[in-house]
C-alpha cells in the first residue's frame, strides 16, 4: 500500500471516528425504549440517594447544569444562558419525580407507559432562556431564533417573558427568563448553533450553544 492510500484510509478512519463520536454525544432525537427507560433511571438513581435538602438541591442544580449552554451561572451570574429541555432532560426529570413520589409513599412508583411514549414522541424543544436588564420588563416581547451557519431557524412559540426579578449580584439590575420551543425537524441537532435573542430596546443577545455536547 503506498503512502498516499494509507493516509486516505486514515483519514476516512478518521472521518468515521468523528462522526460516531458525534452522533453518540449530539441531542438525542429518536430514543428507543431502552435508552427511555435508561434516562429515567439516570434521573432515578441520585435522586434516591439524597437525604437532605441540600442534597436534592444540588441534584436539581446539576440536573439544569448538563444541559444549559451560554454562560455558567457560577462564575457568570448575570451572564445570558438557556438550560435545553431536551427529550433526555425530561426523562430524567420524570425519573427524580419517581424516586421524590417513591419515598413519599414508601413504595416503588413508575411513571406510566403512555407517559414516557408522549416524551418520546414529543416534536419540539422547549428552552428556557434566563438573562438580564436593566429595568424589570426588560424581556417583554423579546424574539428569538436558532442560528446554524447561514440557516436562521424561527421559534414555533414563545411564552411570555416573566416579570424581572432583583439581581443581588453585579451587573444589570434585573433578571428575567422566558421559554421557547423549537420544532426537531427544522434544526441540526448535532450543529455548532447560536441562540440570537433581539429585546424591544433594539439590543441583542446571543448564546451559543455546542449541541454536540447536550442530550
Not at 452522533?23 to 433511571?41: F, G, M, P, Q, T
Not at 422547549?126 to 424589570?136: R, W
Not at 440557516?151 to 427568563?177: C, F, Q, V, W
Request: aromatic fraction near 6%; charged fraction near 30%; hydrophobic fraction near 35%.
Amino acid at each position: 500500500m503506498t503512502c498516499r492510500k494509507q493516509m486516505t484510509l486514515m483519514c476516512g478512519l478518521i472521518g468515521v471516528l468523528i462522526a460516531s463520536t458525534s452522533a453518540v454525544w449530539a441531542i438525542d432525537v429518536n430514543l428507543s425504549s431502552e435508552e427511555a427507560h435508561k434516562a429515567l433511571e439516570t434521573g432515578r438513581i441520585p435522586m434516591e440517594k439524597a437525604n437532605s435538602q441540600d442534597e436534592v438541591k444540588k441534584v436539581l442544580q446539576q440536573a439544569s447544569l448538563e444541559t444549559r449552554v451560554g454562560a455558567d451561572p457560577e462564575t457568570d451570574p448575570c451572564g445570558a444562558s438557556a438550560v435545553l429541555r431536551t427529550k433526555r432532560y425530561r426523562l430524567e426529570a420524570f425519573g427524580r419525580q419517581e424516586a421524590a413520589e417513591s419515598k413519599k409513599r414508601k413504595t416503588d412508583v413508575r411513571m406510566p407507559e403512555e407517559f414516557i411514549k408522549k416524551v418520546m414522541d414529543m416534536p419540539n424543544m422547549e428552552i428556557e432562556v434566563q438573562l438580564c436588564g436593566d429595568d424589570e420588563y426588560f424581556a417583554e416581547g423579546a424574539l428569538i431564533e436558532l442560528q446554524q451557519g447561514s440557516k436562521r431557524i424561527k421559534a414555533i412559540d414563545i411564552g411570555k417573558a416573566e416579570r424581572g426579578r432583583k439581581n443581588e449580584t453585579n451587573g444589570p439590575a434585573y433578571r428575567s427568563r422566558f421559554t421557547a420551543l423549537f420544532a426537531y425537524e427544522q434544526f441540526d441537532p448535532t450543529a455548532s448553533s447560536v441562540f440570537v435573542v433581539n429585546l424591544q430596546d433594539g439590543n441583542e443577545i446571543r448564546v451559543p450553544a455546542e449541541f454536540s455536547k447536550v442530550k
